[in-house]
């Protein structure tokens, strides 16, 4: 037990040592303070992109909690595996309204030098995940 707590407590100082000699820090952003990437679709083509986006976020190291098919609605965390991703721990909403709008927004914590980086980083990841959802990459889904 204290040899757990050492190693815990060891991991956590070396964390925190190198965030301080980094010069980076946590930034955080709330679901709905950043605007969404958006595009717009076929009201036909609903079901089929709500499908592809789960095997995008997928793709892109995202594992859905929520899935509404009905809703066109998905919830995906990112895992938690990818220790060197200044994004590791962001969460992604998709939905896809009955019009045919598609709606991409990425939330959660980064740890980045200054936050315009922070929010440029969400800002592109958004994108990304947009466009791979919609096609427009060339097949590109290796993770970000």
Known sequence: MTRRWLSRSLSSFLLVLAVLLSGCSYYHVHPGALEPSRAQIAPEERAALWRRAIGVLLDQGYVPQVLNEAASFISA??????END????????????????????????????????FISAIGERQRVILDLILNRSGGATRPH
Request: aromatic letters at 10%; glycine letters at 8%.
């Open 77 to 82: 965390k990112r895992r938690e595996d990818f």
């Open 86 to 117: 200044p994004l590791a721990r962001t969460l992604v909403l998709v939905y896809i309204s009955p019009d045919g709008a598609v709606r991409v927004e990425v939330s959660g914590v980064g740890y980045f030098a200054s936050e315009k980086q």
